[in-house]
């Protein structure tokens, strides 16, 4: 059981500093195809902005429902990353080989670069469902007990 | 469509297991029926797969399209192939005799359990293909997390063993690691194939045989060889009745795998490390395993406890027939690997049932399976294939390991083998001392009909046994005709 923090200094920095923290996941997710970031670091900073979340609202806010319902996304994740991968198998390439991503009108670069940011979209998801999941079972038991038995 | 079989056999049992807590979120009891059928279709694909193999040749497969330095690559040679189908059958048969030895008390937890099944099916396949050190290393450690989660899931005494397994078995995955980076650092490569080509010049480099050790010792703990064995009885007598059949009939026999890949294609056959044969080093471990485990098997009251100590035993003897440095021993050690599997199940589901439905926990209870002549049949053709008497697979498995022992003039071997079968026989005499001449005593007979899925599962492992005695002249020459390792 998480309670919101009574301190109205961590509230309104918490309120603005969630969005902050989940643009710049997402800029860390995008860059990555050129850069250093990518699907895991992305997903571990858009995780900790859910886990603020928690941290200062409680898990019972309506503020902190998204990661209540983000716990089932490991499978959304996982089959973006298997979707992709088999797409470029039936195009006739190995597994996530991007080069055989039949996409009319895009070049292989261009196929390559779709390739890898879905993929890390993917990931993202997963490391940031797994981040927040750790989060919950280690604090709130039955948070976890309620949302596997529906 | 044949060079991506390998990998479709890896991801659709991973792919199902994981998007399984979302599929059935809403619906826990579609989780058995997507299990069994991801299982049934990954059976025949392995067997397809394995026909394709040994017509057309090993299958190499890099994944994304990477060549193997750079990417991942998947081997599938009919070492392979074969031990897949053996891994699909069986993981769909464990699957089809939980369905109502599942622990009661699961609740929403059983579309993990299932889950975890899925799970540590999608790992062992990695093993069994990994053509790199780290990635069978990552597979290794995914099969170990979803085993220890499996030990555990029922709670109670089990959670104790859980834990013990997880401590030692996360010790031999971090000593596996360490030995996996020394061998980068001294060679530049994990490729097996790769490896195998630079390491002969660097052989007497401390790295790698600092490497080597670690390795050994941490794959000992995964494949529970003797002096590292303390964790396996315990997990798999507390482990629920569904989960010790797969654990017993796979995890250690593919770790063990895991360790052949490596001394025979990584380092090659004749390897001599500072003028000691690593092979008579294995060979050693093995002959000590065989005679120990069959001891402390034979002082054992709980039939569990027996079963698992008897595969500790039995993993000795796979040990010593690879480590004869000849081709009959190293095919009858295959052999005998694949045997191994279908008897640990057949003796676990055994274990399983006499467990659930006569409460039989010891030898002194077995005086009540007496009145299910099937079940009493199914541990008669287990123990004559542990023992290893003719018209079983077991029988032609020894057979090859001592020829290739006496074509070493290894005579050592040869009388572990032979002390081993004694002892073998010694413990399940006992058994079947309890169920024929029990002590008189008060009977208290539960009878229960034994459902459909149980008598079919016991009845497929029961059936393979002696199948795989009868098939046993083709099996092996087949693996001699395409299974050896280079240089053997």
Known sequence: MI???????????????????????????????????????????????????????????????????????????????????????IGGGEFLNYAHLEIPGLEVAARRSLGIVLTQIGVAIDVAVTAVSIVFSLSAEEIIEDVTNG | MRQHLPALL????????????????????????????????????????????????????????????????????????????????????????????????????????????LLLVAALTGIVFAGDLFNLFVFLEVAALSSYALVGVAGGPALFAAFRYLVLGTLGASLYLLGVSYFYAASGTLNMVDMAERLPHLLTSKAVVGGLLFMFIGLGIKMALVPFHAWLPDAYTHAPESVSPILASLVTKVALLGWVRIIFWVLGAKVIVYDIPVLLLVGILGTLAAVIGAVLALKQQNIKMMFAYGGISHIGIILIGVSQGNQTGFVGGIFYLLNDAFMQATLFFWAGIAMCHYGVQTIADMKRVKQAPWVTGALVIAALGMVGLPPTGGFFGKWYIMLGALEANNYLAVGAVLLSTLLTLAYFVRLFEGIFFPEPTQSDMRHHDIPFSLKLSLGVTSTAIMILGLLSDPIVRLLLAQALPPGL
Request: glycine letters at 14%; hydrophobic letters at 50%; charged letters at 10%.
């Open chain 2, 10 to 117: 890896f991801l659709l049992p991973l792919f199902a297991a994981i998007s399984m807590p979302l599929v059935c979120l809403k619906h826990r009891g579609w989780s058995r029926p997507i299990a069994v059928t991801v299982l049934s279709i990954m059976s025949v694909l392995s067997i397809i797969n394995l026909i394709s193999i040994i017509q057309d040749g090993e299958v190499r497969y890099a994944f994304s399209g990477w060549g193997p330095l750079l990417g991942i690559e998947w081997v599938a040679d009919v070492l392979a192939s074969v031990i897949l189908v053996a891994l699909s059958l069986l993981g769909l048969m464990t699957l089809i005799f939980a369905g109502s030895t599942a622990p009661k008390n699961l609740g929403g937890r059983i579309v993990h359990f299932y889950t975890l099944i």
């Open chain 1, 3 to 89: 309670r919101p923090h009574d301190s109205i200094i961590v509230q309104s920095l918490g309120r603005f500093l969630i969005p902050v923290i989940q643009i710049f996941g997402l800029y860390v997710l995008f860059f990555g195809q050129y850069g250093p970031g990518g699907g895991f670091v992305g997903g571990v900073i858009l995780g900790t902005s859910m886990i603020l979340s928690v941290l200062t609202f409680g898990h019972d806010a309506t503020r902190s429902q998204i990661a209540k319902k983000v716990l089932h996304g490991d499978g959304v994740g996982m089959l973006i990353y298997a979707g992709v991968g088999g797409l470029c198998m």
